[in-house]
């Protein structure tokens, strides 16, 4: 059962991305996956989603990197992004890029509390 939100999950972490990818699709969202901020970037072109979630570290281009390029881009700029991480920014400017931020490990009800704030299901505070 869809519920018609789709997610741009970013991670170059196959594995993790493909058990996260599962724990969505289970709740009824769309999927698009990208495994580095340079092909989130290029998955954009294809259709705008209704939040992104991606990891922090990844290689050719971090989520540091992509939020900052979203949040700079007028046609970007009002999707709701989350970060699922095991180590955080510090510095409050890029804390500030991020709508959600989740700390790795996390549950999978975690993961769908913040799915569903981004999209719009929950209470988000931005």
Known sequence: M??????????DDA?????????????????VEAAH????????????????ITDLRMPMMN?????????????YLDIPVGLLTGSPPHHVDDIGLFDEILIKPSGFDD????????????????
């Not at 869809?2 to 991670?11: A, C, Q, Y």
């Not at 993961?111 to 931005?126: C, E, P, S, V």
């Open 37 to 52: 901020g340079d092909l989130a970037l290029a998955r954009l072109a294809e259709g705008i989603p209704d939040a992104i």
């Open 2 to 11: 869809e519920n018609g939100k789709t997610i741009l999950l970013v991670d």
């Open 111 to 126: 993961l769908l509390a913040m799915a569903d704030r981004l999209t719009g299901h929950g209470t988000l505070h931005r």
């Open 63 to 75: 989520g540091l990197e992509l939020a900052r390029r979203l949040r700079k881009n007028a046609a």
């Open 15 to 31: 594995d993790a991305r493909e058990v996260n990818v599962l724990c969505l699709k289970s709740a009824g969202f769309r999927i």
